[in-house]
């Protein structure tokens, strides 16, 4: 190489030395670089970070050997005279272009000869693709530990106090044990020692997986909800179990009309199959008075279970007493309905003019007699209005045709 040459090529490395270097800086000032180099890691981000490890240990080593090779190539170019030997320029051509680098450790005993160096050299331009090899494998590791982090550490500091805040609930509510906010706790433990020890494992084609954290969150979200009702049916157990006395006494009153309206629908409907109405007022009472026991011991988890319980049975049998009703009514409405009518067929039959004739007059008569008697079959009844009906436009088809 020529002088002018040389020192082309010296200050080309020196501004690739700064810019290597500037990298290396980096690295070691990369949020997720000081992550892994504080925490105890565990599994495949351990054993990932071992390897990236060892690469920036050897990255570090290499580049310092490539700029004690460009310092004696720079340190020699300074000591050149304005008509530079031909050893100096040999000397400078070899170290800048040649094998001068010397890589660190010993060459495997497989690979060496009988003859051979035992120590390994690359050209600084080898040196710089393989400490690329060295930085691109090492970053990798850094940013995915990093992005998992980034990923998981919010939604796991968030979950961890909504457990707390949950826990404090339920010692508010003087509950010293809850088995879901313990199962729940537990697996949270786990997910945050894998969480901080071992992210990488958390990874799915390249993103951070937190379906486990969202399903726990997910939990203690529903858990706290509920735990929420409970203190709101504490502090106003009174109101609420007002409004519980009042759904029984609804529950009692359509019990009762349910049965009287059976009563009814058996005297005054023939063959009606209806089914008894359940007296479930009085077991209701008792249990909303098994309430008070619960709430003397303060227990009030419990309470609020049996309130909830309690209050969706209330509403069952009110359903339940009501359809009774309806099924009952319904056979005397059937009956009114037929009987409405049949007189109304009867109005038109007059103003048809015949009003005397006598198949309607006897067809009229059964079907009132039908309707107007205790018990009274409905089957027939409908029959004999449908055949009173059909016999009046009958005999109005045969008036329009006369």
Request: proline share 3%; charged share 35%.
């Amino acid at each position: 190489m020529s002088r002018e040459g040389i020192e082309h090529a010296l200050d080309g490395l020196r501004e690739e030395k700064d810019r290597i270097l500037a990298a290396l800086l980096a690295v070691d000032d990369h949020h997720g670089y000081r992550l892994l180099t504080g925490a105890r890691l565990a599994g495949e981000t351990w054993h990932r970070w071992a390897g990236a490890r060892d690469r920036l240990a050897l990255l570090w080593q290499l580049f310092d050997e490539y700029s004690r090779t460009l310092e004696t190539a720079a340190a020699l170019h300074a000591r050149l005279g304005r008509r530079p030997d031909h050893d100096s320029l040999v000397e400078l051509t070899r170290l800048l272009s040649g094998p001068s680098v010397e890589l660190p450790g010993e060459i495997p005993l497989e690979k060496r000869t009988l003859l051979g160096p035992e120590k390994e050299r690359l050209t600084l331009d080898e040196t710089v693709t393989l400490m690329a090899d060295a930085y691109d494998k090492a970053a990798g590791v850094i940013a995915a530990a990093d992005a998992a982090w980034s990923a998981l550490l919010v939604p796991l500091e968030e979950a961890e106090e909504s457990w707390r805040d949950t826990a404090r609930l339920v010692q508010s509510l003087e509950d010293v044990r809850h088995v879901e906010l313990d199962r729940l706790g537990r697996e949270l433990t786990a997910l945050g020692r894998l969480v901080r020890t071992d992210p990488l494992s958390l990874v799915r084609d390249g993103q951070a997986d937190t379906g486990r954290l969202d399903r726990v969150r997910e939990g203690l979200d529903a858990l706290r909800a509920g735990l929420a009702n409970v203190a709101r049916i504490r502090d106003g157990y009174e109101a609420h179990a007002a409004r519980l006395e009042e759904a029984i006494t609804h529950v009692e009153a359509a019990e009762r009309d349910a049965r009287e309206a059976r009563r009814t629908a058996l005297l005054k409907i023939e063959g009606a199959v209806l089914p008894e109405p359940p007296e479930t007022g009085a077991a209701l009472r008792d249990r909303l008075a098994a309430l008070d026991a619960l709430r003397e011991s303060c227990r009030w988890i419990e309470l609020a279970e049996r309130a909830g319980e309690l209050d969706r049975a209330a509403g069952a049998a009110l359903e339940q007493a009501r359809d009774g009703l309806r099924l009952s009514t319904g056979l005397l409405d059937r009956r009114g309905e037929l009987r409405g009518r049949l007189e109304a067929y009867r109005a038109k039959a007059a103003r048809l003019g015949f009003a005397e004739d006598e198949l309607l007059t006897r067809l009229y008569g059964e079907a009132r007699e039908l309707l107007w008697t205790a018990p009274c079959d409905l089957r027939r009844a409908t029959t004999a209005v449908a055949e009173y009906q059909r016999a009046i436009k009958a005999c109005e088809s045969e008036t329009r045709r006369a």
